[in-house]
Antibody, heavy 120, light 111 residues
Framework: QVQLVQSGSEVKKPGASVKVSCKAS????????IHWVRQAPGQGLEWMGW????????KYAQKFQGKVTMTRDTSITTARMELRRLLSDDTAVYYC?????????????WGQGTLVTVSS | QSVLTQPPSVSGAPGQRVTMSCTGS?????????VHWYQHLPGTAPKLLMY???NRPSGVPDRFSGSKSGTSASLAITGLQAEDEADYYC???????????FGGGTKLTVL
């Protein structure tokens, strides 16, 4: 059974970068993807992109291209999402979520979420 | 603006049946891509409620059902319970955007 455990809350100043990690256990080695989804205060869920931990291939939503980088470590059990040039609008809970593909797929399970607060 | 459109809120009394809609377009739901539903309680991770339009994961009560037709999908909840009060999101894939998309969410209030 797949489980995803994320890193803890972060407080950053505008213009800084933040890196959130997502450790997976119980997954199959091949054929899975880690997606990142965020929810700003009072807003809905917003898909940011995915990474295939096995190949390192990534796909980002157009809105986040140039601002986000998704990586995985060499053990391919931990995925990371780095968000650069933070603005107050980037204050949100960031979730990682598991899927078995990149299109026409659902997300299950999800990590517990990581609150990123951007404030001067 | 979300790519998939959901009503901001729905409500119902305990025991009643409620439905909530999710409207897309020809590049997502209308293109044949499946719709999936999540239940989201404040302070917790979203929970998969329905996948592949009308399939319930293990542990989800059969009070929950889903359907899809054309460019829209619906989630129905029968025998409404207080614990069903949550935000509900639909999700699909959009071929024009090349990625997954969510609805704006529907807040269910149990009166």
């Amino acid at each position: 059974q797949v489980q995803l455990v994320q890193s803890g809350s972060e407080v950053k100043k505008p213009g800084a970068s933040v890196k959130v990690s997502c450790k997976a256990s119980g997954y199959t080695l091949t054929g899975y993807y880690i997606h990142w989804v965020r929810q700003a205060p009072g807003q809905g869920l917003e898909w940011m992109g995915w990474i295939n931990p096995n190949s390192g291939v990534t796909k980002y939503a157009q809105k986040f291209q140039g601002k986000v980088t998704m990586t995985r470590d060499t053990s391919i059990t931990t995925a990371r999402m780095e968000l650069r040039r933070l603005l107050s609008d980037d204050t949100a809970v960031y979730y990682c979520a598991y899927s078995t593909g990149w299109s026409d797929i659902w997300f299950d399970p999800w990590g517990q979420g990581t609150l990123v607060t951007v404030s001067s | 603006q979300s790519v998939l459109t959901q009503p901001p809120s729905v409500s119902g009394a305990p025991g009643q049946r409620v439905t909530m809609s999710c409207t897309g377009s020809s590049s997502n739901i209308g293109a044949g891509y499946d719709v999936h539903w999540y239940q989201h309680l404040p302070g917790t991770a979203p929970k998969l409620l329905m996948y592949g339009n009308n399939n319930r994961p293990s542990g989800v009560p059969d009070r929950f059902s889903g359907s899809k037709s054309g460019t829209s999908a619906s989630l129905a909840i029968t025998g409404l319970q207080a614990e069903d009060e949550a935000d509900y999101y639909c999700q699909s894939y959009d071929s024009s955007l090349g990625g997954s998309v969510f609805g704006g969410g529907t807040k269910l209030t149990v009166l």
